[in-house]
């Protein structure tokens, strides 16, 4: 079912700075939902008298079978699985609601916004359904203009993170389907014409690119200013319509570089609005096999990260998780992380930017996409614009991944040819990237000439030699080309090993032996002249229901550098000792 009822906006971090936003986060009380009662009634049809009511007893004799007063809290922003044992493994409905209190009469507007919930969520204010979106991971709000007179209002969500075949991502993936309202909710007030994205950015040629969105009455006739104090600059640019400025015109920019990050403050004003953005201005292209940056190659010394907090195996949530797992990557040495394989906490990008990380973004286009499914696209292409309209602002983004590990197949490569056009609509100044899907070659020579290299500006290879295939012995001596003279990136390889478990390099799941496929990755890696970076998988062990082994996997995926709580394997070291060097 398509999303209804929802709206994007880009600037709830900034519109927090400034004070217009009220937090939702904390406890909600929650109630768990396997077969949907709540929902439906007698007849197998939505019901009018569903928990959305929040009814309560009116007289001795009244039969009300559910009460949110009574029933169990959970934490906003957060998984559900990790907060009750009962929800370890829970992936049906589950129904949030939280009460709130209005003391002042409204003004402007009012939304609801939701930094992710997972994967269905339709909600409700003061029993009336307002909105559906479909996606866990992308950012939405819902309007409640109108609805919020002062006294008490009940808003609840139902959620369901039941896997489908038509969803996107579908039924199998290789992380923990997390649950729930897992990024922070919040009230966001708004002049009746507001500003609901800005963008700006440097693009390939060195210009100023941008666009400004307006919603409300006033929005055509809107103009708009940006000012960036620091630099001295004042300029006017039209909205609704991307505008072009002069590098020259914005004065002494200084460039943000990975390890260099500058940021801006700019602020984007219409008559009765304003947001401010850290904005950095960096130019990025591909010239052959290199991928440029301001002009100098940069060879990308990446990690891969999955949005699981530094600890306890939950999803990540806020700055504080973001700046653990990105101080993480640096002391590995890396310039670059793989946020894999959906979009990330806003926090996230936001910590990336200011340390000067740059960052590949990715959809959750992974195994088992059902291509021909209108609906599918759709909402593939509505998880599109949420990631790309909420970050195109980010210096730290180089990267726009639109898939993961697909096979190649007419349908497939259709279906994701019109991601990367609505993406390169959004945001044509970016690289677009897909981690592709490869076999071990016949030998050790591995000629890429998947269908999509031609529309991708860097061809992401994921490969597993010396774990799932091949010889370890052999992987010094492994050749990679392709038909497309594009840049490379190794965008995984690895090995599991369980934190603290030694032994021979020969022993499988010990350090010695992940770190020993390092070694054997790093040596052919050094003579791949088309490779322009890696983002070895994976920064962190990680949940997931497909690794079962007792004893060493236990739930989790052992590809980590650190173990889930963050215990650094040797083959952390091996990786650090040589990004040292280059
Ligand atoms: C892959 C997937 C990743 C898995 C990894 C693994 O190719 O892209 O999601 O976790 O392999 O560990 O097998």
Redesign the pocket.
């Known amino acids: 079912m398509p999303n209804h009822g929802t709206s994007l906006f880009a600037h709830v971090g900034s519109r927090s700075a400034a004070g217009s936003v009220a937090s939702l986060d904390g406890p909600w009380r929650a109630i768990i939902d396997p077969y949907q009662t709540g929902y439906i009634g007698l007849t197998g049809e939505p019901t009018p008298r569903g928990w959305f009511r929040d009814f309560k007893p009116r007289t001795e004799r009244d039969r009300i079978e559910y009460d949110f007063d009574r029933s169990m809290v959970l934490q906003v922003p957060g998984d559900w699985n990790t907060q009750h044992p009962e929800l370890h493994y829970y992936e049906g409905t589950l129904w949030y609601r939280k009460k709130f209190t209005v003391s002042d009469p409204e003004a402007g507007r009012t939304f609801v916004h939701f930094g992710a919930v997972n994967h269905t969520c339709r909600v409700y204010l003061d029993g009336e359904e307002l909105a559906f979106h479909q996606g866990g991971f992308g950012p939405f709000a819902v309007e409640l203009t109108g609805r919020l007179s002062p006294g008490d209002h009940s808003l609840i969500l139902m959620v369901d993170a039941m896997r489908t075949p038509d969803r996107v991502p579908a039924m199998r993936t ?1 992380w923990f389907n997390f649950g729930g309202a897992h990024r922070s909710v919040s009230l966001v007030r708004v002049p009746d014409t507001f500003i609901t994205s800005a963008w700006l950015t440097m693009d390939r040629d060195g210009r100023v690119v941008g666009q400004i969105e307006c919603d409300g009455p006033n929005a055509d006739a809107a103009e708009a200013t940006i000012t960036i104090a620091e630099l001295g600059v004042q300029l006017s640019v039209p909205t609704g319509q991307r505008f072009t400025i002069a590098e020259e015109a914005l004065g002494d920019v200084e460039r943000w570089h990975p390890g260099r990050p500058t940021l801006y403050d700019v602020t984007f004003s219409i008559d009765g609005d304003q947001v401010t953005e850290p904005v950095g201005f960096r130019t990025l292209e591909v010239h052959g096999t290199d991928i440029v940056v301001n002009g100098e190659p940069v060879f990308l010394k990446g990690i891969s990260l999955h949005a699981e907090g530094p600890s306890g195996g939950r999803r990540a949530a806020g700055p504080d998780d973001a700046a653990t797992l990105l101080q993480w990557a640096q002391d590995l040495g890396a310039n670059f992380v793989r946020l894999g ?1 959906y979009q990330h906490d806003e926090a996230m990008v936001a910590e990336a930017d200011r340390r000067g990380l740059l960052v590949w973004a990715e959809l959750p286009v992974y195994w088992g996409i059902d291509w021909t499914n209108p609906e599918t696209l759709e909402n593939a292409l509505e998880q599109t614009d949420e990631l790309v309209l909420r970050d195109r602002c980010r210096a730290s983004v180089a990267l726009w991944s639109v898939a ?2 697909t096979l190649p197949g007419e349908d497939r490569t259709n279906f994701l040819r019109s991601l990367i056009d609505r993406v390169r609509e959004l945001d044509d100044t970016r690289l677009i990237t897909a ?1 592709l899907f490869t076999l071990p070659g016949q030998g050790i020579e591995t000629h890429i000439d998947d269908p999509l290299g031609p529309f991708v500006d860097v061809i992401g290879v ?1 490969q597993y030699y010396g774990w799932y295939y091949g010889d370890r012995d052999d992987i010094p001596n492994l050749k990679w080309s392709s038909d497309f003279n594009k840049p490379i990136i190794f965008s ?1 390889l690895g090995a599991g090993a369980k934190a603290g478990h030694h032994g021979s390099p020969t022993q499988i799941w010990t350090e010695e032996f992940q770190a020993a496929v390092y070694d054997a990755q790093i040596a052919m890696i050094a003579n791949q002249p088309d490779c322009a970076g890696l983002s070895p ?1 994976i920064l962190k062990d990680f949940r997931t229901p497909l690794r079962a082994l007792p004893g060493i996997q236990d739930g989790y ?1 052992r ?1 980590g550098l650190v173990s889930e709580e963050g215990e650094r394997k040797l083959a952390f070291e091996t990786l650090a000792a040589w990004y040292r060097t280059l």
Do not use: P, S, T, V
């Open positions: 290789d394989h993961n590990e981690a994921n995984e998988w995926n590809k």
